[in-house]
């Protein structure tokens, strides 16, 4: 496994549209090598501005989305179409503007979403739902229980979590499953559903997306020898390649070699 890669650009604007750009690429490359492609989406400001990016990158119409699936890093426990799911505010950046099989679109289990009503009310049922879902298309080049993700994006916030995965929580130092369902979340909603970082580093990529001075102590941590369990950024690594695709302001606390 490499080590981190690092690369900065101006402001937000400018660093959605690059990552958007890298981002088309990337998954064109994958699908005509493979025939299909797998994506991890993530939440946050600037992952949906990505998004938004994609949807609006002139080069959009290269990729065919008939063969990409989309996962989910991470999801608020809350109701089908509430505006905190991040399924929503991806559907509305990116998914309804391409054509792309609803069958391809694997998000993480609704509150009261459950079709069996399983899950309905308890984050753990729906973790172990999604992970049986991960399982069942998981590839014979993965580590089994998940899909071997072509990229995983994550963002990070001040505190360096990921995806949902909270420094000092036990959902960040579980290592045996590939989901889990967090309560008592620090930051609103209470209630999730997260990729455990086992699952996040049997991603082929990982790419960490970050903008504004917020993140800047978290993006420094993320790059060092922290454990973990304590910057759980720091344990967010792809398989054969991990990206920090940063604005100046999240870059502000590393220094980059020209």
Same mark, same amino acid.
Do not use: F, K, S, Y
């Given at each position: 496994m490499r080590g981190p890669e690092v690369r900065v650009h101006p402001d937000a604007t400018v660093l959605a549209s690059a990552v958007a750009a890298r981002?088309?690429?990337r998954l064109v490359d994958v699908t005509a090598t493979r025939g299909s492609a797998s994506l991890v989406l993530t939440g946050g400001t600037i992952g949906i501005q990505v998004l938004a990016a994609v949807a609006a990158a002139p080069a959009r119409d290269a990729?065919?989305?008939q063969q990409v699936d989309f996962w989910w890093g991470d999801e608020a426990f809350r109701p089908p179409g509430d505006p905190a799911r991040v399924e929503t505010q991806a559907r509305a950046a990116l998914l309804d503007h391409v054509d792309v099989s609803q069958d391809r679109i694997h998000p993480m289990p609704a509150a009261d979403g459950a079709a069996d009503g399983a899950a309905a009310g308890d984050p753990e049922a729906a973790a172990d739902r999604y992970a049986a879902e991960l399982r069942s298309v998981a590839r014979s080049d993965g580590p089994g229980h998940v899909p071997a993700f072509d990229v995983l994006l994550l963002g990070i916030g001040p505190d360096a979590h990921v995806a949902s995965l909270f420094p000092?929580?036990?959902a960040v130092s579980e290592l045996d499953r590939a989901v889990v369902g967090v309560t008592g979340a620090p930051k609103p909603p209470p209630s999730r559903i997260s990729l455990t970082l086992p699952a996040i580093t049997a991603a082929r990529e990982v790419w960490v997306v970050a903008a504004g001075?917020?993140?800047a102590d $978290?993006? !420094?941590l993320a790059l060092s020898a922290a454990d973990p369990s304590l910057v759980p950024a720091a344990g967010a690594r792809g398989r054969e390649r991990t990206l920090f695709l940063l604005d100046q302001?999240? $870059?502000a !606390?590393?220094?980059v070699a020209p």
């Open positions: 981002l088309v690429t990729v065919n989305w000092g929580m036990p001075t917020d993140q $978290a993006v !420094r302001e999240a $870059a !606390r590393i220094q």
